[in-house]
């Protein structure tokens, strides 16, 4: 039996998007934050409503970190929680937890409709549009390239500070860690692209720009046949008037290069932390 009734059915069969509401809970680290924020751009720009309550909510998105213990059993018990209350609705689950468990979330829970890998957020509004009762929708397939594409729409920002992701996966393949099935191998956007968002990201009122990844003094982009490191980019960046402070997280101790040393020293724009 689906749990969809058929009012709600029919709404959705139309695409009608507008007058949905929806609720991203984040789970994890500084980079799903920075997701959910580019989920949430993504759906209101097709028309949809954020909900500040998750139990009221046509669609709630549950955005995973796989890092800590027993982080898949906390996101069944939330979706338990939900759907207790309010069985009515879209539940998806994207990130990190969906990737790792993939397929096997439609057999631990019913109530899951959308399963969504941490590489195709771009594609969520596509999936809630194509929702039907009885019909799972999966994707967790690794396409970095296509999803960074996206990730310099405009999005909304809170407070003076903000999060922008430069690189993501990880080749290290440390014994105790998941990201590298998780996340994919290590993927740089370009600085071109970095320098659009945070100016967006300024002209709103950023001063305070953290730059991403799970080995972000990783990052290594290509531009006309050259290499560009972490301290290029900061270096590019901190010309940028408005943008006060820049900030980076999480680095690796491989990737501390002489070059970005040199760079905490010069660069009165970046933070003396790591």
Same mark, same amino acid.
């Not at 929806?22 to 989920?39: A, R």
């Not at 018990?77 to 937890?97: L, Y």
């Given at each position: 039996?689906?749990?969809? !009734?058929?009012?709600? /059915? ?13 609720? $991203? ?7 799903? $934050? ?7 751009? *993504?759906?209101?720009? &097709? ?12 669609? #709630? ?44 979330? *439609? !057999? ?12 195709? /957020? ?11 009762? !009885? ?50 191998? &290590? ?10 968002? #945070? ?16 080995? $972000? ?7 006309? &046949? ?8 900061? /270096? ?39």
């Amino acid at each position: 039996m689906s749990k969809y !009734n058929s009012k709600d /059915y029919y709404k959705r069969a139309d695409g009608i998007m507008k007058e949905q509401s929806f609720h $991203v809970k984040s789970y994890g680290c500084q980079m799903n $934050v920075y997701d959910s924020e580019k989920i949430t751009s *993504f759906l209101t720009k &097709e028309g949809m409503i954020e909900n500040n309550d998750i139990y009221s909510a046509d669609i #709630v998105i549950f955005n995973t970190c796989n890092i800590r213990e027993k982080a898949a059993q906390k996101v069944y018990s939330d979706i338990g929680r939900v759907v207790k209350k309010n069985n009515e609705k879209v539940i998806a689950v994207v990130g990190c937890v969906a990737q790792a468990e993939n397929s096997e979330m *439609f !057999n631990r829970s019913s109530d899951i409709d959308i399963i969504l890998g941490p590489q195709s /957020y771009h594609l969520l509004p596509k999936m809630i549009k194509d929702i039907q009762p !009885n019909l799972k929708q999966l994707n967790t397939d690794f396409i970095i390239n296509e999803k960074f594409d996206y990730l310099s729409e405009e999005r909304k920002i809170k407070g003076i500070s903000s999060f922008v992701t430069i690189q993501e996966g990880c080749d290290k393949f440390c014994a105790f860690c998941v990201v590298p099935f998780t996340r994919g191998p &290590e993927y740089s956007r370009s600085i071109q692209d970095i320098k659009s968002e #945070v100016l967006q990201l300024t002209k709103q009122g950023a001063k305070e720009i953290v730059l991403l990844g799970q080995n $972000v003094n990783a990052y290594n982009s290509v531009n006309d &046949e050259s290499k560009n490191k972490l301290s290029d980019l900061i /270096y590019e960046l901190s010309e940028i008037k408005n943008l006060k402070r820049i900030r980076y997280t999480t680095s690796h101790p491989i990737n501390m290069t002489d070059d970005l040393i040199k760079c905490h020293k010069e660069n009165d724009k970046l933070m003396p932390f790591l």
